[in-house]
């Protein structure tokens, strides 16, 4: 059994700052832990990944320059640092696990909401 839980959402103003979390348990090998999110009305958006031996660390181009992912497998968690937050970065942030290579995410959060207002 695997649970995903998120962390670290809220309200903040444009330009500001907020840092999410996702611990995960029940399982202790993984292959990549990644972040999403999707706004009403839109598709989801993948937003970044990180491997489990830190060797590979996608960002989507949205937020590059802003938004940096981090683990920390000691506590089987991975961060989500989000830098110059904008409007149109309002979501609900979901994470995801991955198990195997080239496979879709196999496990999902209940996700955190995070609305920046201007």
């Known amino acids: 059994q695997v649970q995903l839980v998120e962390s670290g959402g809220g309200l903040v103003q444009a330009g500001g700052s907020l840092r999410l979390s996702c611990a995960a348990s029940?399982?202790?090998?993984?292959?990549?832990m990644g972040w999403f999110r999707q706004a009403p009305g839109k598709e989801r958006e993948f937003v970044s990944s990180i491997t489990w031996n830190g060797s590979t660390r996608n960002l989507a181009e949205s937020v590059q320059g802003r938004f940096t992912i981090s683990r920390d497998n000691a506590k089987n968690t991975v961060y989500l640092q989000m830098n110059s937050l904008k409007p149109e970065d309002t979501a609900v942030y979901l994470c995801?696990?991955?198990?195997?290579?080239?496979?879709?995410?196999?496990?999902w959060g209940q996700g955190t909401q995070v609305t920046v207002s201007s």
């Open positions: 029940g399982r202790t090998f993984y292959y990549a």
């Open positions: 995801a696990m991955k198990i195997t290579p080239g496979a879709s995410y196999d496990y």
